[in-house]
């Protein structure tokens, strides 16, 4: 799994991400979460620590990030990015899908085959539309736990095409986020 894409279809499903969406944007501004730039400060796993200093920030700010593109669909990635509000009373989980998704079907996600539920698309940007939400304590604990993280995006309301992720070295990673 670890970079490597390999497509997989799901049918719809309602249940819904555990945690609330946080429409607004803390820490990374939207565009540079989702260009995921930034020096790399660690690697742990299949997960990077990077940080840089956004404009008008005033320190440095870091997220965990592992982006993924298919093997058969050069413009298909993913981007998810993982990081904690300036203030550390949050932890946010940033998915930056590709163009072209379906946004009222939102984002699925399933860990190690079983399905967790759905996130709503908080906005679009020229390089791909993002999901978000905030990480409760059980969230946190099932993306430890488990091996792998699947993320589906739709094309038709019918039809999603998932994104294996590696989850290893996420909680180590998680850990050493400043």
Not at 34 to 58: E, K, L
Not at 71 to 97: P, Y
Not at 125 to 142: F, H, I, S, T, Y
Not at 160 to 165: R, V, Y
Request: hydrophobic share 40%.
């Amino acid at each position: 799994m670890g970079r490597s894409m390999h497509q997989a279809r799901y049918g719809t499903g309602s249940t819904r991400w555990l945690g609330g969406l946080l429409a607004a944007a803390f820490l990374f501004g939207l565009t540079q979460a989702a260009t995921a730039q930034g020096a790399v400060r660690s690697v742990h796993g299949d997960w990077q620590i990077r940080c840089d200093t956004p404009p008008g920030a005033q320190g440095e700010q870091c997220a965990l990030i592992q982006s993924v593109v298919a093997e058969d669909r050069s413009n298909a990635g993913l981007t998810v990015i993982v990081l904690k509000t300036a203030d550390q009373k949050s932890k946010l989980m940033r998915v930056v899908a590709p163009l072209g998704v379906l946004l009222p079907s939102g984002l699925g996600l399933k860990l190690d085959n079983q399905d967790v539920g759905r996130a709503g698309f908080v906005r679009c940007l020229p390089n791909g539309c993002v999901a978000e939400v905030v990480m409760d304590e059980k969230l946190l604990g099932q993306l430890r736990g488990a091996k792998t993280a699947t993320f589906i995006i739709f094309e038709t309301p019918e039809e999603g095409i998932g994104f294996p992720l590696s989850l290893n070295g996420l909680g180590e990673g998680y850990d050493k986020l400043p």
